[in-house]
Nanobody, 113 residues
């Protein structure tokens, strides 16, 4: 079955950098667009970024544009989100999503001084 397993979250200070990953299995990873969606404490879901199946199309929410980079390694069935210049408002549970079909369990990112 489809599995999406996020990792790499943690506790960071403002201004720091972090890369979260998503290991995918159970489907043909290279044929699906992928996204990152986050949920801050007490708030709704927020789409963060998306990448096309071949990696040529990259899309970002205004809130992370210029600070985050989405990428994928189709040979390793892995999705990444590099986050730089972290802000406290980046604190959230970050989910890996397969074409709005399947979600991972999330990885927690906390940004605080």
């Amino acid at each position: 079955q489809v599995q999406l397993v996020e990792s790499g979250g943690g506790f960071m200070q403002p201004g720091g950098s972090l890369r979260v990953s998503c290991a995918a299995s159970g489907f043909s990873f290279r044929t699906y667009s992928m996204s990152w969606v986050r949920q801050a404490p007490g708030k709704g879901l927020e789409w963060v970024s998306a990448i096309s199946a071949d990696g040529s199309g990259l899309y970002y929410a205004d809130s992370v544009q210029g600070r985050c980079t989405i990428s994928r390694d189709n040979a390793k069935n892995t999705l990444y989100l590099q986050m730089n210049k972290l802000k406290p408002e980046d604190t959230a549970l970050y989910y890996c999503v397969r074409s709005n079909l399947d979600w991972g369990q999330g990885t927690q990112v906390t940004v605080s001084s």
